[in-house]
């Protein structure tokens, strides 16, 4: 994959279009990427399809906007989000988002631009405590620092599996609407690749560990998701969840072998 998007900016005639979009942080992820579609066009397609989720889920009765689990999500976000400067300054000026749904749904995820997803299946089935939560949070905050979603977008772009005039819809429009329901199989539907999750595994990491949550629970999370996929009739549920977050052997031994770099920040860091 990064020979491969090498070959690609290679080939692109603006220079701009290919560049780190994160500061390595204490983890070290730096990387060329391949950046063809604007940051703000793909945001603005990420709100589209983030404001129709939350309205179904409203009308469904769906949405919690207050109580016990709303207010222990709100407050891992704000510690998180604290702490988006080491790996981009301008993430701290997004427009933060936070939707809690009801659904016994195994599955996170944060829009382009800030716009974090969790539903109550994720922390009930796996009992997750705040240390875990932090993890996966801060993990699926680091696709959206990273700009995961933007660079898929622009490699599909690059490959013309995705059409210009869908990333040129007017706003307000039902052609942007559609366009964002396409663009939206490219940023969540599609799986993620391994180089992208161990970015995400990485700076979730440190972003955890800076805001005061215990890394270790980046194991012990992970382990929760094997004995989960393992447990008769949870395979649908899980389903979507581990579609895009691969849990194996492989992953856990990277984390710990991170730990080492993670635990002084953790140490240093208020404990609130």
């Known amino acids: 994959m990064k020979k491969q998007t090498m070959m690609i900016c290679a080939a692109v005639s603006v220079l701009t279009a290919c560049a780190s979009t994160t500061k390595p942080g204490t983890v070290g992820v730096q990387r060329q990427q391949l950046m063809l579609v604007s940051a703000e066009k793909v ?14 889920a409203q009308m469904k009765g769906r949405l919690v906007t207050k109580g016990a689990e709303h207010e222990r999500l709100k407050k891992i976000a704000a510690r998180l989000q604290a702490q988006v400067t080491a790996f981009r300054d301008d993430a701290a000026r997004w427009d933060w988002q936070l939707a809690l749904i009801d659904a016994p749904v195994i599955n996170a995820t944060c829009a382009p631009g800030g716009k974090i997803t969790f539903y109550t299946g994720l922390i ?23 700009e995961h979603g933007r660079e898929r977008v622009s490699r599909a772009y690059a490959q013309n599996a995705l059409a ?39 700076m979730g990491l440190e972003l955890a560990a800076r805001a005061g949550y215990k890394p270790e629970a980046s194991v012990t999370v992970w382990r929760k998701m094997q004995a989960l996929a393992g447990k008769p009739g949870e395979g649908r549920q899980q389903a979507e969840f581990t579609s895009t977050h691969p849990s194996n052997e492989t992953r856990i031994g990277e984390l710990t072998a991170m730990l080492p ?7 240093a860091a208020p404990k609130k």
């Open 261 to 267: 770099k993670v635990v002084p920040l953790y140490r």
């Open 164 to 202: 210009t005039t869908a990333l040129m819809a007017a706003p307000n429009s039902q052609a942007q609407v559609e366009a964002a329901n396409t663009v939206a199989h490219f940023l969540y539907t599609l799986p993620n690749s391994r180089q992208n999750e161990s970015e995400a595994d990485a």
């Open 43 to 56: 945001e603005q397609m990420a709100l589209v399809n983030y404001t129709q989720q939350n309205r179904a």
């Open 124 to 146: 009930r089935q796996l009992k997750l405590n705040d240390d875990e939560i932090a993890i996966i949070m801060g993990h699926e905050i680091a696709h959206a620092l990273r």
